[in-house]
């Protein structure tokens, strides 16, 4: 019986309230710690806008920290000179089991490369670039500045508009004509876009995806770049976040709300959207190749340096793309653990006989706007 003459409800109700009370109070520190109010905000998104602001050589290393890179890893650094900039490997921010080869890392060294390129011409300034001036080793280009006029690059000016988009696209089919402008009639770009073998990637991408998640060490190595909450994300200043992840406003808000996924828990949400989202709704694929007998750091840079082009021009066009590169992930993996699946055939047979697949994407036309993700700092990333 409850004391002082209070009924079981009114001490229930009293409870209630206080349960709810502590609920807001937890619900309310989630919100200010995943930042539900004010997504894309604090310190770790400032270089979307800071770079604009950054004279000379430290622009264009502002414009290149914005490029993509394999789960965010940002695997760069910069010497800064006033006549050259040199773009340097950083080892340490790999990704261990899903890019055994570093060919991912050399991807987005070339993607950062690009942004670095694009953005000399409205600084007054004529890039020369040497590849590998050593080479092999860290130091994977060298780039001279010379004073020039002035100029126009129409894809600088949307290095702060280029997300990688994993939400939904709506089901409209892309011109082979737009297709074409993407690529800039690159041939080394293998358009996807039939009924059938976008199907039969789609499934590829699928049990790409299941065979990944199976693979615990993979698996684990995943999930060391995922920043679940904002504090980690402006502690990091990398890696995957939920704002990435293509959600709508109230989706976003909700699962910033929700306690952080365990792995497996993240795993399995990537599978679905993989399938129910990802493979439903890509309008067409692009598969970057390289010649089966030339897989050199070299080809890998230039293909990060088109692979970023090719984004900016899809933004530019607001065409969506995300990269989805879970088939060369096991296939680099099947080779260091001696393993054969029918997944290297079954690409294999979507491509022109002898090209080797290096980088997937999907693209289509988005249903909402993509948001930016975090970076560290020019300070961060100079050597
Ligand atoms: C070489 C390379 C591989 C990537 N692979 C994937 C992938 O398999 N799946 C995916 O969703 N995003 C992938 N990404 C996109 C990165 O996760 C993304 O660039 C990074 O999180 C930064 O986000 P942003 O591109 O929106 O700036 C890849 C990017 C690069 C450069």
Redesign the pocket.
Known sequence: MAPTGLSRRQVLGAAGATLAVAATGVLSYRAYDGAVLDPGSGPAYAPWTAWRELPGPAGLVGAAVLA?????TQPWRFAVAADAIDVLADPARGTGSIDPFGR?RD??LG?ALENLVLACAPQGLRPVVTLLPDGDGDRVAHVGLVPTAPGAEPLAGVIDRR??H?GPYRPVPLEPSTLASLSGGEPSVVWIAEQGPREALGRLLVDAAEALVADEQQSIDNFAWFRATHDEEERHRDG?VLD?QGFGALELGVAKLLPPASRVDGDRFWVDRTRDVHTATAAAYGVITVPEDDDSRARRLEA?RL?QRIHLRATSLGVAL?????ITERLDREATTGTVSDLGPRFAALLPTGARPL?TFRVGLPERP?RP?PRRSFGDVLR
């Open positions: 993509a890179s394999p789960h965010n991912e991807v987005g993607c997300h990688t994993r995957l990435g990060g692979l995300q990269h989805m590169n879970q980088l993509a993700t």
